[in-house]
């Protein structure tokens, strides 16, 4: 009899211990996708703040004549023209390096993002820029594959935007 309640009190010990294996597992994903709900809300607000600094008149003029001809700019617009199209493809490419992190990938803001640079480093003034960056060697060499192999594709599409 005394065999018999140990074995029952080892089954349910290790029922115990599966339980409290999946409540873990259950947990630790639940965490996991708060998290990344987290990140992604940040991402996007960070985009929403980037794009909303083009509503100061000062800059979104800067931005007009440097997209038409950064060689025209002065100095000083330069470098804020340069600094917007830099913090542009930061904000870009940890958008796309989190993205490919995902399991689940987020459809159809991957394609606006990449249709955004293509505009952003395509113009005559942001392609200049773009090229003064990489022979500046301005950012990590992984940044100018994903940036340029993105422009590629849209280049091969004939212009067309990217849809992802």
């Known amino acids: 009899m005394l065999g018999q309640i140990a074995d029952i009190a080892s089954l349910l010990a290790a029922l115990g211990v599966f339980a ?3 409540v873990l597992a259950y947990e630790l994903r639940q965490t996991r996708h708060q998290a990344e709900l987290s990140n992604w809300r940040d991402v996007l607000q960070t985009l929403t703040d980037y794009k909303a600094r083009t509503q100061d008149p000062q800059l979104a003029g800067i931005l007009v004549r440097g997209h038409a001809d950064y ?3 002065g100095p000083a617009d ?3 023209f340069g600094m917007y199209l830099e913090q542009g493809v930061h904000i870009y490419g940890n ?3 989190h993205n490919d992190a995902l399991s ?3 459809v159809g803001l991957e394609g606006a993002i990449a249709n955004h640079f293509h505009e952003m480093l395509t113009t005559p003034g942001g392609a200049a820029w ?3 960056a990489q022979a500046r060697k301005r950012f990590m060499p992984g940044t100018y594959e994903v940036t ?3 422009l590629a594709r849209r280049a091969a599409a004939g212009g067309a935007p990217v849809t992802v």
């Open 130 to 132: 773009w090229a003064e």
């Open 71 to 73: 060689g025209s700019l």
């Open 78 to 80: 330069a470098i804020t």
């Open 104 to 106: 689940v990938k987020l």
């Open 95 to 97: 958008f796309l390096k």
């Open 148 to 150: 340029n192999a993105l």
């Open 20 to 22: 409290s294996v999946a």
